[in-house]
């Protein structure tokens, strides 16, 4: 499955391609939103690692989400419990850009997913 916010734009070859190591993931949630002055947080689980993968970041219109993403190694990882942390950690750290309208919907996402 390809998933949009897993490809990366390759200036070399103007196309954009999956990021190594992401090629069984499946999205899990995401918060926050792109635009000009950016903030997001995507979650993705992986069958074959049997693992939750997720990252967040902030920025503006000269830099995207997945700009400091090279391949699957750069996500953190972890199970169902420490992605709800880490879900939790970076609405609070972003309370500025994240609502709680967009915060609960994502934990009851989390906690309902389906690992196959």
Same mark, same amino acid.
């Given at each position: 499955m390809s998933i949009e916010s897993l490809k990366k734009f390759d200036y070399s070859t103007c196309e954009h391609l999956q990021i190594p190591g992401t090629e069984d993931w499946a999205e899990v949630a995401d918060l926050g939103e792109g635009g000009y002055s950016w903030c997001e947080f995507k979650a993705f689980y992986s069958t074959s690692a049997r693992r939750y993968f997720w990252h967040g970041g902030t920025g503006c219109s000269c830099n995207s989400w997945s700009d400091d993403i090279a391949n699957a190694a750069d996500f953190e *990882?972890?199970?169902? &419990? &420490?992605?709800?942390? &880490?879900?939790?950690t970076f609405a609070k750290d972003h309370e500025y %850009?994240?609502? !709680? %309208?967009?915060? $609960?919907?994502? !934990?009851? &996402? $989390?906690? *309902?997913?389906?690992?196959?």
């Open positions: *990882n972890g199970d169902r &419990a &420490a992605l709800l942390r &880490a879900w939790e %850009s994240i609502h !709680v %309208s967009e915060y $609960i919907p994502g !934990v009851t &996402a $989390i906690r *309902n997913f389906k690992e196959q």
